[in-house]
């Protein structure tokens, strides 16, 4: 009896002790240091990404990964729920990236910011604010791999249908058509060659036109000039076309101050000796005898110098 209760002391002792070094370790082992929670969804496959996964800011690290869960609102989309230090600069522009470690194949978010860009404000999702979630290198490898294996795919495709027996014939007729144009380009140069040897006759005649051209240039330039130089003496204050004018007003204020006014006298003149003749001749028919024995005066009538009554 006396050995086993020693046994039994022994093991009670190595349990107490087990579970006091578990409870140590943990004491020394807890993290003190408040974390901001923050939210992440992506519809993006997160392989590699595990719980307690490290959260990186520009290769520092600043917090875990806490929650890797599906959404029950959006099917397909994943949440991820990351802790933080407070003091990480997290604004607008910041957005996550899946990025791995060496050849390991562990994922771990990073998380940087794009300047480039005014984006707008962080939205909201459980009460926390949910930073955006971008395709990391290896998601654009993927993705532009796949767009490559397409295009190879449609230019294999491609190829086969330009090869397909259907074709050859069109294929071979063409190449053909390649080499007799080949062989006609060959004999080209030899008939050329007699215009070509007829080309620096044309330039020199080219020359000699050109240089007439500029002889004509330069000679209407000349009568350009003296037209313009005609033109300004013509014009001057002092040249003819200024005199002529002078002239022209001159002999019409002569015609106008000196010629019309005896005309118009004239005029006067000769309608007065009209009328004087008229009466002359009027008295001429009615008294034929007064040629010779002259005009008979009237008697004055009532109220003239010499008049008498009749009695």
């Given at each position: 009896m006396e050995s086993?209760s020693?046994a039994l002391?022994?093991?009670f002792f190595?349990l ?8 140590f370790?943990l ?10 929670p923050y939210?992440?969804?992506t519809?993006e496959?997160?392989?590699g ?8 800011y520009?290769g520092?690290?600043?917090?875990n ?11 397909g ?12 600069p ?8 899946l ?6 194949g ?9 300047i480039?860009?005014?984006p707008?404000?962080?939205k909201?999702?459980d009460?926390?604010l949910?930073?955006?979630l971008?395709?990391?290198t290896?998601q654009?490898?993927?993705q ?26 069109s294929?071979v007729?063409?190449?053909d ?6 062989l006609?380009?060959?004999t080209?140069?030899?008939?050329l060659?007699?215009?070509l ?12 036109s050109?240089?007439?051209?500029r ?11 003296n ?16 005199k002529?004018t002078?002239?022209?007003e001159?002999?019409?204020n002569?015609v106008?101050h000196?010629?019309l ?9 000769a309608?007065s ?22 005009n ?14 009749p009695q």
């Amino acid at each position: 009896m006396e050995s086993r209760s020693h046994a039994l002391m022994a093991g009670f002792f190595t349990l107490a002790l087990i579970v006091l070094t578990t409870v140590f370790a943990l004491w020394l082992g807890r993290d003190r240091i408040q974390r901001t929670p923050y939210m992440i969804a992506t519809k993006e496959s997160v392989a590699g990404l595990n719980l307690q996964g490290s959260v990186r800011y520009k290769g520092i690290k600043v917090g875990n990964v806490t929650d890797i869960d599906f959404d029950d609102r959006t099917p397909g989309q994943i949440l991820l729920k990351i802790d933080i230090l407070p003091d990480t600069p997290v604004t607008p522009s910041t957005y996550a990236t899946l990025a791995y470690q060496g050849v390991t194949g562990i994922a771990y978010v990073q998380l940087d910011d794009d300047i480039k860009a005014a984006p707008p404000p962080l939205k909201k999702l459980d009460g926390l604010l949910l930073i955006p979630l971008r395709p990391g290198t290896i998601q654009n490898l993927e993705q532009r791999g796949m767009a490559i294996l397409l295009q190879t795919e449609e230019l294999g495709k491609r190829l086969n249908t330009l090869l397909d027996p259907a074709n050859e014939k069109s294929l071979v007729t063409a190449v053909d058509n390649i080499s007799r144009a080949a062989l006609a380009w060959q004999t080209l140069p030899a008939k050329l060659d007699p215009i070509l040897s007829q080309f620096p006759a044309l330039i020199e005649q080219s020359k000699s036109s050109v240089g007439a051209f500029r002889t004509l240039s330069q000679d209407a330039s000349k009568m350009v000039n003296n037209y313009s130089a005609l033109a300004t003496k013509l014009q001057a204050s002092d040249g003819p076309l200024v005199k002529l004018t002078l002239a022209a007003e001159q002999i019409s204020n002569g015609v106008t101050h000196e010629v019309l006014p005896g005309i118009n006298t004239l005029s006067r003149e000769a309608s007065s000796s009209m009328r004087s003749l008229n009466r002359a001749a009027e008295t001429i028919n009615q008294r034929p005898q007064s040629i010779l024995f002259g005009n008979i005066e009237t008697p004055p009538g009532p109220g003239e110098a010499g008049f008498v009554a009749p009695q």
